[in-house]
């Protein structure tokens, strides 16, 4: 946690430059209305080694990335409070409370709050999204409206997830980070796009990406996935000759880990198990039992009893 609260007012806006860069990455701010109290604080959760969420409460100003910065993250507000603009790539998103944007680390951008304002901030390796089908150089500075479906579930569950950090395990923790990846993915993504086809040039991440968004389809295969990608089944596999086991493996691996997570987590206690089964892609509640019980040594329901 990062707060001017005990820092004496001359001093505010010095310790403030600091704590955005130690927060988020290198930055250089100016205050708006020079000479008045600046406030500030930054409540950082750092969820695993994909995602960190915070919030930042803050009095007006102008931050900048500088151009030449090396970055390899993007980073998403998603506004509360006031409103902000967010400049990168010739474009600039104006955020009111609900909107969300996007932008890159990688590049040049800059932030303006004219007044204070509260925002969520979601940091995440750039290949989470672009994994996910994300070209960034077209996505970022575009807001992301609050009354469009896709954000509206993004933003609630990233401010649910947020708030019931702390009543959270590790195994629920990555899964449901996951879960909002593919969320804010889905809701920058243009209505209707489909995943690129890349040929030349796939990684285990791009592919890991695409299979995690993808487990719910009891369908989901190598011909599949190798057809979405425009590559041979063949070429898919020798990607994942790397003795961490196959790519049939590591789906099988991702979809009980999402379904051990759901049974585990209480918000989820009155759902069934052919439920939870279904919406991780198991034919049906006896496959997943199946499953389990070779991993777990337990079925679902007792897994669930014993942590009742």
């Given at each position: 946690m990062y707060t001017t609260d005990d820092v004496a007012p001359p001093e505010r806006f010095d310790y403030w430059r600091d704590a955005i860069c130690a927060a988020y990455v290198r930055l250089d701010a100016d205050p708006v209305g020079i000479g008045s109290r600046f406030d500030g604080s930054i409540d950082v959760q750092t969820w695993n080694d994909t995602l960190r969420m915070s919030h930042v409460a803050a009095g007006g100003q102008v931050v900048r990335r500088p151009s030449g910065a090396d970055g390899d993250?993007?980073?998403?507000?998603?506004?509360?409070?006031?409103?902000g603009r967010i400049s990168q790539e010739g474009r600039t998103a104006v955020l009111s409370a609900g909107d969300m944007a996007l932008y890159d680390s990688s590049r040049s951008y800059e932030l303006v709050f004219d007044s204070p304002f509260h925002q969520i901030v979601v940091q995440f390796p750039r290949e989470q999204l672009t994994g996910r089908g994300i070209d960034l150089a077209s996505t970022v500075a575009r807001r992301c409206a609050a009354e469009a479906a896709t954000t509206a579930v993004g933003t609630a569950l990233v401010r649910s997830l947020f708030s019931h950090a702390e009543g959270l395990d590790t195994l629920s923790t990555r899964a449901l980070s996951e879960h909002a990846l593919d969320c804010l993915a889905t809701a920058l993504r243009?209505?209707?796009a489909a995943?690129?086809?890349?040929?030349?040039?796939?990684?285990?991440?791009?592919?890991l990406a695409f299979a995690e968004a993808n487990l719910h389809d009891p369908a989901l295969s190598i011909a599949g996935i190798a057809d979405a990608f425009a590559v041979?089944?063949?070429?898919?596999?020798?990607?994942?000759?790397?003795?961490?086991?196959?790519?049939?493996?590591?789906i099988a691996r991702a979809r009980l880990r999402r379904a051990t997570a759901a049974l585990a987590d209480p918000s989820r206690a009155s759902s069934s198990i052919a439920s939870i089964a279904a919406v991780f892609g198991y034919c049906d509640a006896?496959?997943?039992?199946?499953?389990?019980?070779?991993?777990?040594g337990c079925s679902p329901s007792e897994y669930r009893a014993a942590r009742g």
């Amino acid at each position: 946690m990062y707060t001017t609260d005990d820092v004496a007012p001359p001093e505010r806006f010095d310790y403030w430059r600091d704590a955005i860069c130690a927060a988020y990455v290198r930055l250089d701010a100016d205050p708006v209305g020079i000479g008045s109290r600046f406030d500030g604080s930054i409540d950082v959760q750092t969820w695993n080694d994909t995602l960190r969420m915070s919030h930042v409460a803050a009095g007006g100003q102008v931050v900048r990335r500088p151009s030449g910065a090396d970055g390899d993250d993007c980073l998403l507000s998603i506004q509360l409070v006031g409103t902000g603009r967010i400049s990168q790539e010739g474009r600039t998103a104006v955020l009111s409370a609900g909107d969300m944007a996007l932008y890159d680390s990688s590049r040049s951008y800059e932030l303006v709050f004219d007044s204070p304002f509260h925002q969520i901030v979601v940091q995440f390796p750039r290949e989470q999204l672009t994994g996910r089908g994300i070209d960034l150089a077209s996505t970022v500075a575009r807001r992301c409206a609050a009354e469009a479906a896709t954000t509206a579930v993004g933003t609630a569950l990233v401010r649910s997830l947020f708030s019931h950090a702390e009543g959270l395990d590790t195994l629920s923790t990555r899964a449901l980070s996951e879960h909002a990846l593919d969320c804010l993915a889905t809701a920058l993504r243009p209505q209707g796009a489909a995943p690129p086809r890349q040929g030349a040039g796939l990684t285990r991440a791009q592919v890991l990406a695409f299979a995690e968004a993808n487990l719910h389809d009891p369908a989901l295969s190598i011909a599949g996935i190798a057809d979405a990608f425009a590559v041979s089944p063949r070429t898919l596999q020798r990607l994942f000759d790397d003795g961490e086991g196959s790519l049939s493996e590591r789906i099988a691996r991702a979809r009980l880990r999402r379904a051990t997570a759901a049974l585990a987590d209480p918000s989820r206690a009155s759902s069934s198990i052919a439920s939870i089964a279904a919406v991780f892609g198991y034919c049906d509640a006896s496959h997943l039992a199946r499953v389990f019980r070779r991993a777990h040594g337990c079925s679902p329901s007792e897994y669930r009893a014993a942590r009742g």
